[in-house]
């Protein structure tokens, strides 16, 4: 299963996709992420580590979804969030 995670790379995205990741070790995590959080960048050594696909894109694009075929599961974590 393909399990999306947008806004992957952030405080909560980031905790998903790890989290499903060592969960459901067979399934592809993919962290879909515009890095526009100073921080965010961060977090892309560990999804290598554990074999999380990270994707830099904006929900706002369309076409940076063109390589997301056939996802199962999709997570909406791509906000400006207001918790510091
Ligand atoms: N942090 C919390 O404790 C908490 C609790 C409850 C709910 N939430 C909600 O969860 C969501 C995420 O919160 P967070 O704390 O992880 O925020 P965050 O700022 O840590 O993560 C958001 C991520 O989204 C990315 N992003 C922003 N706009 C994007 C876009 N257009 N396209 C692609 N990526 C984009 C940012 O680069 C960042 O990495 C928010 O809606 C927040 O309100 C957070």
Do not use: W, Y
């Amino acid at each position: 299963m393909k399990i999306l995670i947008t806004g992957g790379a952030g405080f909560v995205g980031s905790s998903l996709a790890l989290h499903f990741k060592s969960k459901f070790p067979n399934s592809k995590v993919v962290a879909f992420d515009n890095l526009k959080r100073r921080g965010s960048e961060l977090n892309l050594p560990k999804f290598l580590e554990q074999g999380i696909e990270f994707v830099h894109g904006d929900i706002r694009n369309p076409s940076d979804f063109d390589c997301l075929k056939e996802t199962g599961m999709c997570f909406l974590n791509a906000l400006r969030s207001r918790v510091s």
